[in-house]
């Protein structure tokens, strides 16, 4: 399944007024990166990906329809599958959106 068109451009809009925004086609979904750093994306599997702080992690992944991302069968601390029903209303994905953009902002440029 391709990612969600809808949801992307959302994420688009959500993310219009940050610096060095780019698009990039990642793991069957739309990834967002601010100055290079992956932020979040529009999953290929309905959702969002978002990229957060590992310390708050445990605290994200209690909530209901969200869950840590797997990759080649390890938990990724540090990014977190947010179910589409976690994100249907704009309020909720713009939460979501701005938490991975403000974690990539403490980032380092690349």
Known sequence: MAYDEQLANE????????????E????GGLAF???GHMA???????GVLVRVNAAES???VAASGVERMVMG???MENWL?????QVRTRRDLAAWVER????AATLSPK
């Open 73 to 75: 069968g390890r938990e």
């Open 11 to 22: 994420i688009r809009e959500l993310l219009a007024d940050q610096g060095a925004v780019t």
């Open 81 to 85: 599958y947010v179910d589409p029903n």
């Open 33 to 35: 990166l601010l100055h």
């Open 58 to 60: 445990a605290d994200l």
């Open 24 to 27: 990039k086609r990642m793991f």
């Open 100 to 103: 991975g953009a403000a974690f």
């Open 40 to 46: 979040v994306a529009a999953s290929r599997r309905g």
